[in-house]
């Protein structure tokens, strides 16, 4: 019996190693609470449920440790890898861990990639009648209902303790700062920072039409209340006031614009986003928070506040807003800098 468990579990691991990466990166890329929360669920669960393996995987180790000696160093870095990353995630899902935390993770899952390519390409196996037989299917049926478990476990440990991640959003974001826009944090997505000289006016490009305006001049009272949820772990609930999109646009040009259109918003630094037009309403130019102009840190004069939409979009020190006929999913799913 443990002599044949050896192919299954690897592919168990492999699967759900290759879950957890998809998950997590897909978390990164939607804003909607209930498909997050679903996304998010499935990638703790799937974190976790690699511990389930680890008995089978540890006699699979001690099996092959001596033969294997040539390949060792590889697969134990991989094995310490992929260990820390679910230390971390668990450490930050309990909401004890400084923010960075969430940032390590990403950064050590994204380590594990190319080692999980390289080991698993090294033991390339042959798809096998019996991988659907029943004995198959049932393993594999006790795996996930036990990684769906395990997933339930922590989050009842989170309630029962009382730990601050027992709050956390869907997401997995923990609340930092809400209607308290200085104790909120300032984040840069990569290598972006803030800009030396200030945006005194945006422009406005919609085909030949132009229109420069001063950004004193930006403030129509639109408001919204808006979550800011960054993909560095933490979110704040705040009112922001300023100009809706679809009213600026209507200002411009006087009229209604193509459904097929996107806007690009691009910020004084060169960060930049594509959305589509049809969202324009929803979306805000806004100058203040809370009450109080923007910080320079939280994109003064105006920041972009997109409703529903992970913190990278809410593109800060906005300069330049263009109507553009390449539909909005033309461009890096993630920012570049
Ligand atoms: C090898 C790949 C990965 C593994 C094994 C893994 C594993 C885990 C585990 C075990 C947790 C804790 C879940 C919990 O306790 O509920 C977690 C949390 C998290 N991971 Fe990953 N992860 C991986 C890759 C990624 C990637 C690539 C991203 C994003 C790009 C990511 C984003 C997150 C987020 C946002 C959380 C917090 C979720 C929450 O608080 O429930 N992970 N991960
Ligand atoms: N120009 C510019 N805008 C940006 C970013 C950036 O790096 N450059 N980071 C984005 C990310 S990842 C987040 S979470 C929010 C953070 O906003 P805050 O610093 O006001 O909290 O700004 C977004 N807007
Ligand atoms: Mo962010």
Known sequence: MPRRAGRRTNLALLGLLVLAFLTGVLAYGVGTPTAATVIVAIHGA?????????????MIVRRSWARAASRRALATGLGILAA????????HA????????LRIHVGIAVCVAPFLLVHAWGRRQRPRRTDLSRRTLLSAGALVAGAAALWVAGEGALRLTGAAGADRRGTGSLEHGTDDPTAMPVTQWFTDTVPGRTVDAIDVVVGDQRARIPTSDLDRGDRV???LDCTGGWYAAQDWTGVRLDRLLREVTGKRLPDDCSIDVISRTGYRRRLPVRDASVLLLASSVGGQALSDGHGAPVRLVAPGRRGFWWVKWVERIEV???PWWRQSPFPLQ
């Open 46 to 58: 799937a974190g976790l449920g690699l511990l389930l393996l680890v008995p089978w995987k540890a």
């Open 84 to 91: 820390l990353t679910v230390l971390t995630g668990v450490l």
């Open 94 to 101: 309990i909401g004890v861990a400084p923010l960075s935390m």
């Open 225 to 227: 209340r808006a979550v």
């Open 324 to 326: 553009v006929d390449a």
